[in-house]
Structure formats: C-alpha cells, structure tokens
C-alpha cells in the first residue's frame, strides 16, 4: 500500500494501534516512510503481493484468493 493509503486507514483510528497510538497526525506520513523503508528488504522477499491502492476490499479479498 502506497504512503498515503496506509495513512489513510490509520489517521482515524490511531487510538486502536499500539504502534501508533501516541504519534500525532503530523507525524504519522513520516512514520509510516520511515517504518516502510526499513520493512521493504521483508516486503520484496514476499512471494506474493497484492497492490491494495484503490481497491475495494472485495477486489483485494478476490485478488489474495486467486492467489493461493
């Protein structure tokens, strides 16, 4: 997921993810960069991946599906 879209679902519910409980809105994009930076070498070792960006959970469900 794009910087944005992860900022996106967490700016309204901060208060329910410990990692990011006590990070206010103005810090959170630099959180979020800096924390997907350092989990990216994780990410490219995946052996599948789903772009999540715009997509209805629906197509995302569908998409993790077709996969397995």
Known sequence: ASINTIFD???EET???PLVA???QENLKEYITKHLFER???YKK???TVVVNNK??????D???ELL
Request: charged content about 25%; aromatic content about 8%; cysteine-free.
């Open 22 to 24: 006590t990070i206010g």
């Open 46 to 48: 995946a052996k599948h």
């Open 15 to 17: 208060s329910q993810r």
């Open 56 to 61: 209805s959970i629906f197509k995302i469900v």
């Open 9 to 11: 679902r967490l700016k």
């Open 63 to 65: 998409e993790i599906i």
């Open 40 to 42: 990216n070498p994780f």
